[in-house]
């Protein structure tokens, strides 16, 4: 199975509060941008052919075996094999090679893992005849990182919470291009990439004038200065 990971962007972004559990509450509007993919392959381990060169090589463990092009992190540390090891915990599904080709910038606030995480386990559950719906898949994501649940719908959501907690938001910006920038380090030739960790480290959570939710009623004509990311400070 092949599929195809898109990333998102927010929309506002307030980080309200420190919480007790080390993560910080926020509210967020989750919005989805096709300007980049990731491609994620999925095989169950016993239909590969023998000498295959999908899994040739390829680190194995726990009857996992995975490959990234595109990034320099150990292959089966990548949230793809967490999300596998999650379901297979619970459900028992069997051995897969994965090959994730990344497409999606990392650093860079796109979500592309949390997408990768997400994409893989509704891969899992078609693969596997689980037979889990959307919040289900939801609630497995939210275990794996903060905002993975979202690219289970992959659609316009407000995030409170950690991010986990979704709502559905009608919002229309059709009429509206959306162009989405990177800044390149001159250095690497490659774009700038930002730890999450180190971008919640300059900041100092705080109750905005507006709260968000409110802010997005209003025209997007009146959204500047309004809706706003709190890490456009840092």
Request: hydrophobic share 40%; with cysteine.
């Amino acid at each position: 199975m092949i599929c195809y990971p898109t990333p998102k962007i927010n929309i506002g972004l307030n980080v309200l509060r420190k919480r007790a559990d080390g993560y910080h509450d926020i509210d967020t509007l989750f919005y989805p941008v096709d300007a980049w993919r990731d491609e994620l392959e999925i095989v169950r381990a016993d239909g590969l052919p023998e000498g295959s060169p999908f899994a040739a090589g390829l680190p194995v463990r726990e009857g996992l075996s995975v490959t990234i092009e595109g990034a320099d992190w150990d292959p089966l540390s990548d949230l793809t094999a967490k999300a596998w090891r999650l379901l297979a915990a619970e459900y028992g599904i069997g051995a897969v090679a994965i090959r994730l080709r990344k497409g999606i910038p990392v650093g860079a606030g796109l979500g592309g893992g949390s997408a990768d995480a997400a994409f893989m386990l509704r891969a899992l559950n078609e693969l596997g005849g689980l037979g889990l719906g959307d919040h289900d898949l939801a609630s497995y994501a939210a275990r794996l990182r903060s905002d993975c649940a979202f690219f289970v719908y992959c659609r316009p959501m407000f995030g409170s919470g950690r991010g986990e907690v979704l709502e559905p938001l009608d919002i229309d910006l059709s009429g509206y291009g959306l162009q989405v920038e990177l800044p390149i380090d001159a250095t690497t030739g490659r774009p700038v990439a930002v730890s999450t960790r180190e971008a919640y480290a300059g900041i100092t959570p705080h109750l905005p004038a507006i709260p968000l939710r409110e802010a997005l009623r209003l025209p997007v004509e009146q959204w500047s200065g309004r809706v706003v990311n709190d890490f456009e400070a840092t």
